[in-house]
């Protein structure tokens, strides 16, 4: 199985409307589970093998700095951005799966909110990245995966690993980072009041424009695609899966 992307350098540009999304200098490079395209990723200069849908084995040109993995779309944003509204949308649109990070943890660990009140948020989140660690490790195909809303916000000592796997996953082209907005004040205002909707939530609204507050400078600043979410959850899977594919096509015409 073959790594999703690789980095190259590139001038910011927009991909479709401009306020919807913006590139970073980053491309993302994959495909997979339209009509008439092989549902694992088309792969460019990696020296792995895949197979297609059809079982044709095939190969790319070399790069000796990666190591073959399976192929991950990374949806990073605070809570309420529409990571796992619009993620097994997205999933579906490429024909792969859809994995959300908080529902693997509370399967094996139990309630986020009890790990954090036994163990404080640093303990919640040391655990949390291990089960981040084990999740990878089990994938055998294609995934959309959802990482909890502070997953990449996380203090660089929780962890002695953390920092490095932060910046690989914040660095690669095939992370994508969701926001109501990328104003400040039209975020919190949208983020507060979906998460104050959500019965499960305590609806604290002074914690959640808080986190909000504190959380989106550092959303803002990581390396990444961002796409505006204020649409309906097809939509923003739409928008993400165009960027995807229209990478790909790109590549293959070049």
């Known amino acids: ?145 959802a990482l909890s809303s502070g997953f990449l916000t996380y203090p660089e000592d929780v962890d002695t690993e953390y920092p490095a796997l932060r910046r690989s996953i914040e660095s690669d082209a095939s992370t994508a980072l969701l926001l109501p907005a990328f104003e400040l004040e039209a975020c919190v205002e949208i983020i507060v009041r979906r998460q104050l909707s959500r019965p499960y939530l305590p609806g604290n609204r002074a914690s959640e424009e808080r986190r909000i507050r504190e959380r989106f400078p550092m959303f803002m600043a990581l390396p990444c695609a961002r796409f505006r979410s204020d649409a309906s959850p097809d939509e923003t899977a739409s928008r993400i899966e165009r960027f995807v594919r229209r990478r790909s096509y790109l590549e293959q015409a070049q």
């Open 1 to 145: 199985m073959g790594v999703v992307c690789i980095l190259a350098c590139c001038c910011a540009v927009n991909v479709g409307a401009s306020r919807n999304v913006q590139v970073l200098p980053q491309d993302f490079r994959c495909t997979g589970g339209q009509q008439g395209l092989p549902r694992h990723p088309i792969v460019f200069g990696l020296n792995l093998a895949w197979t297609s849908q059809h079982g044709q084995k095939r190969t790319s040109t070399s790069t000796p700095d990666f190591s073959p993995m399976t192929p991950i779309v990374h949806l990073v944003g605070p809570g309420g951005s529409g990571k796992t509204s619009a993620g097994p949308l997205l999933a579906q649109r490429l024909g792969w799966q859809f994995v959300d990070l908080d529902e693997r943890f509370m399967s094996r660990e139990g309630s986020i909110g009890a790990s954090i009140e036994a163990s404080g948020y640093s303990g919640y989140a040391k655990r949390n990245i291990a089960v981040y660690r084990a999740v990878k490790r089990s994938l055998v195909c294609p995934t959309v995966l």
